[in-house]
């Protein structure tokens, strides 16, 4: 169907190209025509993309379904109380140990 459209578009575009200038309710007839023509043909063109996408958004959310992505939330803290304070401790000892700058006093 494309392929008719586009040399039903061709053939216009050329049959205004070739006619003579004094020929101007013919071009106007033609131009109107060959205009209507691309909105049609652009109207098809975003109507096929978006029945492409719905295809494949439908596709991609089963294979999403069927990877079962779905996950559970923990309820527990991800550290432990008895590592954090080991950990704080090594910080405080190793500010001790940093020696000062001029830019310090």
Do not use: C, G
């Not at 063109?45 to 996950?71: G, I, S, V, Y």
């Amino acid at each position: 169907m494309f392929k008719k459209l586009e040399n039903k578009i061709k053939e216009l575009a050329l049959r205004i190209h070739d006619s003579r200038l004094n020929d101007s309710k013919s071009i106007y007839e033609d131009s109107k025509r060959l205009y209507e023509l691309t909105v049609i043909h652009k109207y098809l063109k975003n109507q096929e993309r978006d029945a492409d996408w719905l295809l494949h958004e439908e596709r991609l959310k089963e294979t999403l379904k069927d990877l079962n992505l779905d996950t559970k939330k923990t309820t527990s803290t991800p550290h432990n109380a008895s590592e954090i304070i080991p950990l704080i401790d090594t910080i405080k000892d190793l500010v001790t140990e940093i020696p000062e700058s001029d830019d310090d006093k």
